[in-house]
């Protein structure tokens, strides 16, 4: 008799607690706890009255000094009934958010148990709620992404959709929803988005506006980046093809539509003057920090801002005396064209002490202030030279680039080393011959910043910009083009690309919000001053060169009783003109845009003035003007600068003179033979000897007399240049 099997045993013990027949009554009797949990909380949780955010609450915007600058929150709604809205919009909305709406009992459960989970894993916020459930989360709880409110809603949309019509549900729904543009409610957002009651929507319309509810900041067609513009024509058609695939359009309807582009927003009532632009820009900073929009409208919220009450008077008097003063708005329709944008930075802790939006914000809305729709032109070379010298660059025949390095100025010269080819024109089309980079820096010289960039490279040139803070996009080629600033940047953009040189490389980045509280939650503010992002002698060397621009250059009507560095700038036919410059102590970008009644960009020739409107007059005198009063009249910081040692007036070096060697060896080797860095220059295509004209690379003499409208400057100072608007190879024209 053989001896018992110990395994076979120790597995019939283990079957004893683990049978399929006790596995699956133990899982029914979980079923039914979870059941009977789940009816208790049913008769626990009654339906409540409305909650408070109904209502709304008041948002408080206060001056940094503490002083209320506006107080926000007022409903924007008007109750209407659902037989009073198209049945078609009524569908849209259907197809947009729940397409089983009127067959379903109230709750997604796998929507609705997805979103809890994500939320308690700590994911972040998830969709699956059901028309009903999100009407419910609208109108009866909160906006709390939390577990416990998860289960409130679905117990409570359960109860409303056996105790309410599935009419007055989705009445509900499309009254309490949030649309963007401080609109709730279907009735306010058909006035705010398309001038009219909810009653005359459009199919289209209504899809555009179910479309809205996803992301109503995001999906707002005028505000929107060429991304969110894609999302929510996107979103647009898939709730039209859902209603086809439910039977309520059909597919000929469908076919013959097009895109309601919506009109543009106006703000609210008590956002007059430069309050609503600097009320929405807080609003954009809070959600970039996490903070829904939903959130903000709710109310309750107190925002402490960075502006500075006397500053931010102090820039708005500055733009009235040198511009609005000067402009017949209301008599004359190329000068009502005239935009003006402006930003005011301290550098050394990022706050935004003073912000320039436009006219005002209940007759034109959007900011310029904020807006990344024109070129910030020549202010972009300082960022070339700054790149340069961070990354050791060096000339074609190997010569490391600074301020006494020298080019050649000729117009239309075509740069060297690129498989791009690039020609641009100089200011009025001059010939400057051999200078300095202080010089070229001083009268904005387009041929010899072409060819730096070419020598830096574009890429590294853009790395550099991306790394102050320009932002990317597709109007940011890695080409010699963008050495005269042809992409998008806004007025906060360049503040704080110029803030982060007047901080000595330190990337600064600027700040509106200083502190927000609401009852339940602080929100943190931006870190302002980041990491060293260039060497502090090419963030220095940048600003040295700016200074001979305000002391000898094309800004000197920006000067006053203060040390100051800065940039002219006018884009390509005349768009736009800056001045963005700084003193030790503050940061401050200005920009003029020619706009049309139909948010066209034009020129602004012939507007402010007779001829072009140059980043050297009206900018920088209200850039002057508004520092004066800024500073109090002045100020006695100064600049202490790292650099390597050359002069602001852009003089030629001595020839017969030796030059100390560089620290550094050069990053790249070089593409032709290398001199010594220490011998002087010797004739190439970047440093001729002569101010001679080169026959394959100089124009056929103009016909006419070149022009300017800039008046000379004092004797003492090298006449300015202004702006150079500039013809590539291809004929294409940019500027300075």
């Not at 459009?202 to 999302?231: C, E, F, H, M, V």
């Amino acid at each position: 008799m053989g001896r018992p099997d110990k395994s076979k045993a120790k597995k019939r013990g283990i079957r004893r607690f683990f049978s399929w027949k006790k596995l699956l009554g133990t899982f029914f009797v979980c079923c039914l706890l979870a059941m009977g949990a789940l009816y208790v909380v049913y008769l626990m949780v009654p339906v409540p009255s409305a909650n408070a955010e109904a209502t709304m609450q008041s948002n408080i915007y206060k001056f940094s000094n503490g002083k209320i600058l506006a107080r926000t929150g007022e409903i924007n709604r008007e109750i209407v009934g659902l037989e009073k809205i198209p049945e078609k919009v009524q569908k849209a909305f259907v197809a947009a958010e729940n397409k089983s709406f009127y067959r379903d009992n109230g709750v997604d459960i796998k929507g609705t148990t997805r979103a809890a989970w994500s939320t308690l894993t700590g994911k972040g916020k998830q969709g699956g709620s059901t028309i009903t459930q999100q009407y419910v989360k609208n109108f009866y709880l909160s906006q709390d992404q939390t577990a416990t409110r998860k289960l409130k809603e679905m117990v409570i949309a359960i109860k409303v959709d056996r105790q309410t019509s599935k009419s007055d549900i989705l009445a509900g729904y499309m009254n309490t929803s949030y649309y963007g543009r401080s609109a709730y409610g279907i009735q306010a957002a058909a006035r705010s988005y398309y001038g009219v009651d909810a009653t005359q929507l459009t199919t289209a319309q209504g899809a555009y506006l179910a479309s809205l509810l996803q992301a109503p900041n995001q999906y707002d067609w005028t505000s929107a980046s060429t991304t969110g513009r894609k999302l929510v024509e996107d979103r647009w058609n898939y709730v039209l093809d859902n209603m086809v695939g439910e039977g309520w359009l059909s597919s000929s309807e469908r076919a013959g539509m097009k895109f309601p582009v919506p009109q543009k927003p106006k703000p609210a009532p008590g956002m007059e003057g430069q309050t609503g632009y600097i009320v929405e820009a807080a609003n954009q900073e809070l959600v970039r920090q996490g903070v829904s929009e939903e959130d903000i409208k709710a109310g309750g919220w107190t925002i402490t801002l960075n502006i500075d009450e006397k500053k931010q008077k102090d820039l708005v008097k500055a733009v009235g005396k040198q511009l609005e003063a000067k402009l017949d708005r209301k008599g004359d329709k190329k000068q009502a064209t005239v935009q003006a944008g402006a930003t005011s930075v301290d550098p050394k802790t990022g706050a935004v002490v003073a912000l320039y939006g436009g006219v005002g914000a209940t007759e034109h809305w959007l900011s310029n202030a904020t807006r990344r729709d024109y070129q910030p032109a020549s202010t972009f070379k300082p960022i070339v030279l700054a790149s340069a010298v961070d990354n050791s660059a060096v000339t074609q025949d190997g010569r490391r680039i600074g301020l006494g390095t020298v080019y050649d100025g000729n117009s239309r010269r075509p740069v060297v080393g690129s498989d791009i080819p690039f020609a641009p024109e100089n200011e009025d089309d001059d010939d400057y011959g051999p200078v300095t980079v202080q010089k070229a820096t001083n009268s904005s010289i387009n041929s010899v910043y072409a060819q730096m960039i070419v020598d830096v490279t574009p890429a590294k040139a853009k790395k550099t910009a991306l790394a102050l803070g320009m932002k990317d996009g597709k109007d940011f080629p890695e080409s010699p083009a963008i050495s005269l600033g042809t992409m998008g940047a806004s007025t906060m953009d360049m503040a704080g690309v110029y803030a982060t040189l007047d901080n000595h490389g330190r990337k600064v980045t600027p700040t509106l919000v200083k502190k927000a509280t609401h009852r339940d939650r602080t929100v943190e503010a931006v870190k302002a001053i980041g990491d060293q992002v260039v060497s502090r002698e090419a963030a220095d060397t940048a600003t040295q060169a700016m200074t001979g621009v305000v002391r000898n250059g094309s800004g000197f009507r920006a000067a006053g009783d203060y040390e100051a560095a800065g940039k002219t700038g006018t884009s390509e036919n005349n768009r736009s003109a800056w001045f963005v410059g700084y003193t030790p102590e503050l940061v401050t970008a200005v920009g003029l845009f020619g706009e049309d009644a139909k948010g066209n960009q034009v020129t602004l020739t012939d507007t402010i003035n007779p001829g072009r409107a140059n980043g050297g007059r009206t900018p920088a005198e209200i850039w002057g003007d508004y520092t004066e009063r800024a500073l109090n009249g002045g100020s006695d910081a100064s600049f202490d600068l790292e650099t390597d040692g050359a002069a602001p007036d852009g003089t030629l070096p001595d020839p017969t003179a030796t030059t100390e060697a560089p620290d550094d060896e050069p990053t790249e080797a070089p593409t032709t033979s290398s001199p010594d860095p220490t011998s002087p220059p010797t004739p190439t295509a970047t440093t001729p000897p002569e101010p001679t004209r080169d026959p394959v690379t100089t124009p056929p003499e103009p016909t006419q007399e070149p022009t300017t409208d800039e008046p000379s400057p004092p004797p003492s100072i090298e006449p300015p240049d202004g702006t150079d608007p500039v013809r590539g190879i291809d004929g294409s024209r940019s500027g300075q």
